[in-house]
């Protein structure tokens, strides 16, 4: 699954990265740990690719909106009718510098950050769709799950599913309905690269370039 992620390149990085537009930049702020709630940027609309914000969670319930979805399994979502419905035509791509996920090691959980090894940007796939919450109504999205790659799976065995560069266009387009062959983390394990974090991640209070910072693990005695 993915809880936690980073969003630390520049709104120019992005912008070049995806050959997208902010339809509001001002709004964009740099985020070192950002939680499910949050107003984040996605990209959608191949024709004229812009970026917007939306709420990181969709709610499961209509009646029940503080029941939210932050993950949709991709190995699940055709069995589910508003959901496939969404990944028919309304498909995004989630803008991320890293993400976080957390590994059982002795009497805790230990947090290591995941990344592309070349600093680059990494595209999570998307569902995004309009809710009406307090009366007022909001774009909320959730990210695609799948198996995680090689590379990572000693720390947990789910990861984003990551939308490569030269897909980016055919994703997002809303008159493609073949997506299968971009269901799948080809080559990722030789861009991903991760290293241990520290627990100051585990606060959604804590934000800055400490979260990401490589740190050492002490293990003790009869560990």
């Not at 001002?26 to 740990?33: A, G, K, L, M, V």
């Not at 720390?155 to 984003?160: A, C, F, K, L, T």
């Amino acid at each position: 699954m993915c809880g936690r992620f980073g969003i630390i390149h520049s709104v120019e990085e992005i912008e070049e990265h995806f050959k997208a537009s902010f339809i509001e930049s001002s709004i964009f702020s740099i985020n070192y740990n950002a939680s499910p709630g949050v107003l984040l940027p996605l990209i959608f609309n191949t024709n004229n690719a812009k970026i917007d914000f939306c709420n990181w969670g969709m709610p499961i319930f209509r009646n029940s909106p503080s029941k939210i979805a932050i993950n949709t399994r991709i190995e699940s979502i055709n069995e589910k009718p508003f959901f496939y419905q969404l990944l028919k035509s309304k498909r995004c791509i989630i803008p991320a510098s890293g993400y976080f996920e957390w590994k059982k090691e002795s009497s805790i959980k230990q947090p290591y950050y995941i990344f592309n090894k070349k600093k680059s940007l990494l595209a999570f796939a998307g569902i995004y769709s309009s809710f009406k919450i307090n009366n007022k109504y909001h774009n909320c999205f959730s990210i695609i799950t799948t198996v995680a790659c090689e590379k990572i799976k000693s720390i947990h065995h789910r990861m984003p599913l990551i939308i490569e560069k030269q897909n980016f266009k055919t994703w997002l387009d809303e008159k493609n309905n073949n997506t299968s062959k971009m269901l799948i983390n080809n080559n990722i394990s030789e861009d991903i690269d991760f290293h241990s974090v520290s627990q100051k991640v585990n606060s959604i209070k804590n934000n800055s370039a400490e979260l990401i910072t490589k740190t050492t693990i002490f293990k003790g005695l009869f560990d």
